[in-house]
């Protein structure tokens, strides 16, 4: 009945807005290690244990289960000794192998079965009358060993032959970051469609007029924004630059001496007794914001976010600095990095850019992040009422839309605030990849109250998306596990694209559902 409706409801709707356009397939750096792990008290982390019982419910998870955390670091050790570490591996090979290590537990096939499957181990006899076969093949030239060209040609064929069979199946073409953020236009990927080229004229066209339509701008914006006009389009709807073209450089100029004159005037007082704690909490979250790219590793970039959201965080006293916010300054300063880099942001050395040039991203990403918690401060400020009540009007949202998820959660226990607390707190941040989490506010910036009221909707359906997954999963230990580590990490612009479309329905459909979430 509900994918009955969904048809019905495209078929009928000719207003709305955006359109889904393909996306080449990307790989992307694993889920954030910081995600914390739990293990029944009686269980040791190690691979001949995964048959435990599992709890079926969140009381008797709670009894049986210890944090992660203490568990001892030997233990840990015990837990990656049985395997070669990851770090060790090859990229190639530490995701193909994780991908063979799924299809297996997927197929239920056993470490036993494997181990039955592979040749029996050759006997020193063996081995002795194969040296001797492989030494008549060589020729000793100059006092070295040189195969023969018959066994060169076997193992040229035997290459080719590999070769051919990877190149038979399907392969996600690995993009740079910022090449696979919005467009395939850069960095290796393919060209701009017509189609394409014809959108990023119509930006041009728009960001040149005198006074620029914002309405129109947001229009266009919805299906996501070129990357070469991005950064300019971001600060203008973000509420940052004026839509008067000629009073933006006066504007850009006067609010950048600004931020560094609240570095002047706040940032030495970190050190002072009444600010410490809450510098030394910046100071601790900021090398765990995406730890797996390398940009944000830099100490340059770094230091750029500790003082962001220092000052940011004493001239709001009202809520202050609260985990999660370190998150929020990431797409921002991607976005406003990307106009002046044209190859891999990712790994992109920031210290090679000119000090002004840095100086200058760093104070738009200051503003417009401070435009967006403008409008979500009840998010951060004491017991943050903004996000209980967002979970709140998730979990009524979901009973209307999908009965069945609805009550699946409530037969096993499983609270909203356990999972979606992240996702209200962090804007999907931590399940979605960095790609993703931009063309997403491509649309957010575009629709109105985006950040505050349409990601509501975005939760529901990102929920609804894995509906199936969701009902298989018959305890509550399983459901909590699954719902903190979607699998999103190939998603690129089609899946965030139909994500968007299906926020957009619920939205059109559902808008007076939570009535205490619209006061």
């Not at 079926?56 to 395997?83: P, Y």
């Not at 499957?117 to 000793?140: G, I, V």
């Not at 979606?420 to 491509?442: G, H, Q, S, Y």
């Not at 596990?481 to 190939?490: C, E, R």
């Amino acid at each position: 009945m509900a994918t009955e409706n969904r048809i019905n409801f495209w078929r009928r709707n000719a207003k709305v807005p955006g359109s889904v356009q393909p996306v080449y397939g990307a790989q992307h750096p694993p889920l954030d290690p910081r995600l914390r792990r739990t293990y029944p008290k009686d269980i040791k982390p190690k691979f001949n244990n995964l048959k435990s019982k599992k709890a079926s419910s969140f009381h008797e998870f709670a009894r049986s289960t210890n944090d992660a955390w203490d568990i001892d670091d030997e233990e840990d050790e015990d837990f990656l000794g049985t395997h070669a570490p990851i770090s060790s591996l090859p990229s190639g090979l530490h995701s193909t192998s994780m991908q063979n290590q799924q299809q297996q537990n997927q197929a239920g096939v056993t470490e036993t079965e494997v181990s039955h499957r592979l040749p029996a181990p050759r006997t020193e006899a063996q081995n002795l009358q194969d040296a001797q076969e492989e030494d008549t093949d060589c020729e000793h030239v100059n006092g070295k060993v040189v195969k023969s060209s018959s066994d060169a040609h076997l193992n040229a064929s035997s290459v080719r032959s590999t070769l051919q069979k990877q190149h038979t199946l399907p392969v996600r073409p690995i993009i740079p970051l910022v090449a696979r953020i919005s467009d395939q236009n850069a960095s290796g990927a393919p060209p701009m469609t017509v189609r394409e080229k014809s959108r990023l004229d119509k930006f041009k066209q728009l960001l040149a007029n005198p006074n620029t339509d914002l309405e129109e701008l947001r229009k266009h914006s919805w299906s996501g924004i070129p990357r070469e006009v991005r950064p300019i389009t971001w600060r203008l709807l973000s509420g940052y630059l004026p839509a008067n073209k000629e009073r933006r450089e006066l504007v850009l100029k006067r609010k950048r001496e600004e931020y560094f004159g609240f570095i002047e005037q706040y940032y030495h007082s970190r050190t002072d007794e009444h600010y410490k704690d809450t510098y030394r909490q910046i100071h601790i979250d900021i090398p765990r914001t995406n730890p797996l790219i390398p940009l944000f590793q830099q100490p340059v970039v770094q230091e750029v976010f500790e003082r962001i959201l220092f000052i940011w965080a004493i001239r709001h006293p009202a809520s202050g600095y609260v985990q999660g916010i370190n998150d929020l300054v990431t797409p921002f300063f991607v976005v406003f990095l990307s106009e002046f880099v044209t190859e891999d942001v990712e790994n992109f050395d920031v210290a090679a850019l000119p000090l002004d040039t840095q100086r200058n991203i760093e104070a738009d990403s200051f503003w417009c992040m401070s435009k967006l918690l403008d409008g979500i401060q009840d998010n951060y400020t004491f017991a943050q009422p903004g996000i209980q009540n967002k979970v709140k009007a998730l979990e009524e949202l979901v009973s209307r839309i999908d009965e069945d998820i609805h009550n699946h959660f409530k037969k096993y226990e499983v609270e909203y605030l356990q999972f979606a607390f992240r996702w209200m707190n962090n804007l999907l941040m931590r399940e979605l990849p960095l790609r993703c989490t931009i063309r997403l506010w491509d649309t957010y910036q575009a629709e109105a109250e985006g950040f505050s009221h349409f990601h509501l909707y975005v939760c529901a359906a990102f929920l609804i998306e894995w509906r199936k997954e969701i009902l298989s999963m018959v305890d509550f230990q399983g459901l909590l596990m699954l719902l903190q580590n979607l699998p999103t990490i190939h998603w690129g612009n089609e899946e965030v694209g139909l994500l968007l479309a299906e926020a957009y329905r619920l939205k059109y459909m559902f808008a007076d559902a939570p009535s205490h979430y619209k006061r």
